[in-house]
């Protein structure tokens, strides 16, 4: 009789151990899936300022992403009889007037200098269609549509040049590997490899255990198109034609190690013009 009591017992404390674990897997994941919809899912901020603000003839104007056409948003500030053109880029979380509307001074300065600007909201971003962004893979085909776009405004590529931030200067490294049209960079505070940088960052954004990470970006992957494995412009860079590309980078960055601008320029090699 005590046996069977006994055995009754251990079957109960083995099936509420099973349903233990199970409930853990469950948040594990589950916990793991929010993430990875938060960390896709940008948020989208009021434009910041305007150029009108610095007395700036500007147009709004609208194109598709190539491939998948998102319809994306942006301003076009023309410069007097000028042939050349700057494509203002921002970065994750942003829009084309920056965080707090600190491009628009850098787009005047360009126009002042001769350089027509387009100055653009990824998708998810500003006031650009979307509701996710792929931390640089999908964000490619809005830097493409960005040269067709003015393409179609009859500037030649070799014309057409990229002031880029961020997750930007990393999307915009990235399509120059695969787009010759895209090939003079300004790249400012980019990351080398995404999944070097979320290794660092996501424990401290999401403030999970570094555990939590491989299903993150799993989940990030198969559910939401965003492979953080191949968002890593160090690898691509030495293809670039020498004197391309320009790196900036504050030395006390502490979201995107400046270690990563030094990885990046020794990847490019003889494309570097310059390393600020």
Known sequence: MHSGIANVWR???????FA???????????????VADSVTRPYRRAL????????????????P?????????????????????????????????????????????????????????????????GLRYTL??????????AVAYLEERGFAPARIGFWAHSMGAATVLLTAATSPAVHTVVADS????????LAEQLPRTSGLPGFFNPPILFFARVVFDSDASIVNPEDVVAGMP???????????????????????????????HDLW
């Open 48 to 63: 910041a300022s305007s150029p009108a603000v610095f007395g700036l003839d500007y147009e709004d104007v609208t194109f």
């Open 136 to 145: 640089g893979t999908a964000e490619q085909r809005d830097v493409l549509g």
């Open 242 to 272: 020498r004197d391309s590309l320009f790196i900036i980078h504050a030395e006390g960055d502490r979201l995107i190690p400046v270690d990563h601008a030094h990885r990046i320029a020794a990847a490019a090699g003889p494309a570097v």
């Open 11 to 17: 079957e109960r404390w083995r099936l509420i151990g």
């Open 65 to 129: 992403s190539t491939g998948d056409a998102v319809p994306l948003s942006g301003w076009f500030l023309p410069a007097a009889g000028s042939d050349h053109v700057v494509v203002i880029v921002h970065g994750r979380n942003s829009s084309r007037t920056g965080d707090s509307g600190e491009l628009v001074p850098h787009a005047a300065a360009l126009v002042e200098r001769g350089y027509n600007v387009l100055a653009v909201d990824f998708r998810g971003h500003g006031e650009s269609g």
């Open 190 to 197: 980019s990351f080398a490899r995404l999944d070097d940088l």
């Open 20 to 34: 233990a674990v199970a409930a853990a897997l469950i948040a594990y994941l589950g916990i793991s899936l929010v």
